[in-house]
């Protein structure tokens, strides 16, 4: 079956960048969906359609992609972003879904 | 900018069923791919299937874990996403997310499965 990779962890400092990166073959074709999920709280999509920002969500989450890989990059990282955070792609036949394992992001 | 509410959650003995249900409020629901996601305790999101606009076909798609116990469908006249679940397993314990476009999500409702 499919599968999204993403690493298990990243830490970074406060105002400092985190990149968090999503691997799949189907990734050229597919767009992806980045979400953000703090303890005990439903997912909030953060960056939809590989790089579009939903109203709400700060400038300094930002989606891009380069070939199979897609990196969900938080600038200027702030303590409120301390949370899981996973990748959503479909198949190459876009018959099902997937979503990554999830990356947890700590601020140190 | 959208609601979704779900309900239908709760204890239940492994073999039982039940029907989770998501209302659906403040955007055009009948124009909508619907899906569910589920969360066991401690663990990432699993998604679980989704159905198509009536326009579209109104076909379901299943993830392999559910597929032939699970079933989704859809009320269009009153706003409302349904999800059949039959011979629950102790694995389908989870939060079941009902998500729209992919973007909206609900707050989710606790199934258990345990004897």
């Known amino acids: 079956s499919y599968e999204l990779t993403q690493p298990p962890s990243v830490s970074v400092s406060p105002g400092q960048t985190a990149r968090i990166t999503c691997s799949g073959d189907?990734?050229?074709?597919?767009?992806v969906y980045w979400y953000q999920q703090k303890p005990g709280q439903a997912p909030l999509v953060v960056i939809y359609k590989d790089s579009e920002r939903p109203s709400g969500i700060p400038e300094r989450f930002s989606g891009s992609t380069s070939g199979t890989t897609v990196t969900l990059t938080i600038s200027g990282v702030q303590a409120e972003d301390e949370a899981d955070y996973y990748c959503q792609s479909t198949d190459s036949n876009d018959s099902s879904y997937v979503f990554g394992s999830g990356t947890k992001v700590t601020v140190l | 900018e959208g609601q979704l509410v779900e309900s239908g959650g709760g204890l239940v003995e492994p073999g039982g069923s039940l029907r989770l249900s998501c209302a659906a409020s403040?955007?055009?629901?009948?124009?909508?791919?619907m899906s569910w996601v589920r969360q066991a305790p401690g663990k990432g999101l699993e998604w679980v299937g989704r159905?198509?606009?009536?326009?579209?076909?109104?076909?379901?798609d299943y993830a392999a874990p559910v597929k032939g116990r699970f079933t989704i469908s859809r009320d269009d006249s009153k706003n409302m996403l349904y999800l059949q679940m039959n011979s629950l397993k102790t694995e389908d314990t989870a939060v079941y997310y009902c998500v729209t476009g992919l973007i909206k999500w609900g707050q989710g409702t606790l199934v258990t499965v345990s004897s």
């Open positions: 159905i198509q606009r009536n326009g579209d076909g109104g076909t379901t």
């Open positions: 189907a990734l050229p074709n597919q767009y």
């Open positions: 403040g955007f055009t629901f009948r124009n909508a791919r």
